[in-house]
């Protein structure tokens, strides 16, 4: 994102756009991520994207009593996952929350007589998913004013639903203030190893976890550092020219309750052609859907580059990448695309612009945001979300193996596209997009859109954009660029 140099557009280390949180004094603070999760719930209690959730696919035989106890013990080791905001002197501090493995229970259903079991299954739980959260289970109550038992409204949830012989979901849910989709992950990997070992009559390795605190510590660290003002001079120079986001959408609005979604996915030979256009690249998966989206935003719009967003884990700090926890940031990316642009050009300077990212990753998006963007409509810079997991998408269970599927990963005030790469090499394509900016039908399109743009670019990496495909069949009003306007 010269020592304390500060960029034109910048607040200083010190004034109110730094990443900072204030010396806590042994406080147990949240942190930045958490920060902004509170503050958008707060704007507006009723939101339920910050509702985020998976659902593990077991297929084979399985001991629902160990897997409770996987569960528990799991649980118990991520105390950072238990707690409520309480305030002091203005700032939010996290209060533990006591987690009581022993009477830990594993809600169970039965969706195994439904027509379409699994679609019964997860629309049980995207049901619990649109509650909005109870505010009292997120911040405690004022001194003196008496509170429910906070332990009645966690900010976890686990349910185990029988879908069929021998096929199990067990759906995880989660509020974003406790947790991102890599601590989610890294918690699901911990539940598997546990019950793995229960089940072989092992003793359960040593818990890999580390507390939350090493993230705010390192968030301390980090504030007013030369880091910081390095990463502040990038991101001022990178943006100095304010370009606007490039969208398929002419609406704009707020993250909403209201999230349509698509999946699409790349296999079969055009799979093996992708992994041979990145090798040949020195690019990854990852990149190549960035360079794609890149690729069909150009193409529909007109826009000479794509300017997007995309999460990105911030945590280089070590340690940081054993915490189930809350550190996720969102970046903005740059990617130049024109008729003459092959796809093996928009690789390399995809990679190249992750490489950028990667390096300044610690500077808070909102941040950036906020000077480059300000009096943006929804509050940050709008445009297309990338959402790159390269999580494992399969766990291991005792032999069982356990497929994780996506459910929900936080707001979509444009569109989002979420990529995975499934154990047999393809691509799972999720698109979700706020149903207040698009139709069905435009969502569709631009999935289809996107999927066709990828299988041409794969069999044709060498060949120019614009003799690769035809715009898309969105609709008129929804192709377009905001390019040179103001956000």
């Known amino acids: 994102m010269a020592p304390h140099h500060v960029a034109p557009g910048f607040a200083g280390a010190e004034g109110p756009a730094s990443a900072a949180a204030a010396p806590a004094d042994g406080q147990p603070e949240l942190t930045a991520a958490q920060a902004q999760v509170l503050a958008a719930q707060r704007a507006d209690p009723d939101n339920t ?47 533990h929350v006591p987690f009581d493995a022993d009477g830990f229970r594993l809600p169970r259903l039965d969706t195994s007589g439904a027509a379409d079991p699994v679609a ?55 509020h974003h203030l406790a947790v991102d989709g890599y601590g989610v992950a890294l918690l699901s990997r911990r539940i598997a190893d546990v019950y793995t070992a229960l089940v072989r009559g092992a003793e359960p390795p040593p818990s890999p976890f580390a507390p939350v605190d090493v993230l705010v510590d390192a968030e301390r660290a980090y504030a007013g550092s030369r880091r910081e003002a390095v990463d502040r001079a990038h991101w001022a120079a990178r943006y100095a020219d304010r370009p606007s986001a490039t969208t398929f959408s002419r609406r704009s609005a707020p993250a909403g309750n209201g999230v349509l979604r698509r ?25 190549a859907v960035t360079a794609v989206l890149a690729a069909r935003l150009h193409l529909d719009t007109g826009a000479p580059e794509a300017v997007m967003r995309m999460y990105v884990m911030a945590r280089p700090d070590p340690g940081a990448l054993r915490v189930p926890g809350m550190a996720v940031n969102v970046l903005p990316v740059r990617i130049p695309a024109d008729g003459g642009s092959t796809f093996r050009e928009l690789l390399g300077r995809t990679a190249e612009e992750f490489s950028a990212v990667r390096a300044h990753q610690r500077f808070r998006g909102e941040l950036v945001a906020r000077e480059i963007w300000p009096g943006s409509p929804t ?26 599927v996506t459910l929900a ?15 047999d090499g393809r691509l799972r394509l999720d698109f979700e997009a706020n149903a207040a900016c698009y139709e069905d039908a435009e969502l ?19 060949r120019p954009l614009a003799a690769q495909a035809p715009p898309s069949s969105l609709p008129a009003t929804t192709v377009t660029s905001t390019q040179g306007e103001t956000p």
């Open 444 to 462: 569709a399109a631009v999935a289809s859109s996107y999927a066709d743009l990828m299988r041409r670019l794969v069999r044709e990496p060498g």
């Open 409 to 423: 990963s936080g707001p979509v005030d444009d569109l989002s596209l979420s990529a995975a790469r499934l154990p």
């Open 49 to 95: 994207t910050y509702n985020v959730g998976q659902y593990v696919d077991l297929r084979g035989p399985l001991d629902t009593g160990l897997l409770r106890e996987a569960l528990a013990l799991a649980l118990a080791e991520a105390p950072g996952l238990h707690f409520r905001v309480r305030e002091e002197s203005g700032r939010p501090l996290r209060e």
């Open 379 to 404: 509050g940050s810079l709008p445009g297309p979300l990338l959402n790159l997991r390269p999580f494992a998408t399969e766990l291991d269970f005792a032999g069982v193996p356990g497929r994780v």
């Open 120 to 174: 019964a299954a997860v629309e049980l739980v995207r049901d619990q998913l649109a509650c909005p959260p109870r505010m009292e289970a997120l911040i405690a109550p004022p001194a003196g004013r008496a509170a429910r038992d906070p332990a009645a409204a966690p900010l976890t949830g686990t349910v185990l639903v029988r879908v069929g012989p021998q096929r199990h979901l067990l759906f995880q849910y989660f």
């Open 263 to 287: 999946t699409e996915f790349l296999g079969g030979p055009d799979r093996d052609r992708l992994g041979r256009a990145v090798r040949a690249a020195r690019a990854t998966w990852a990149e």
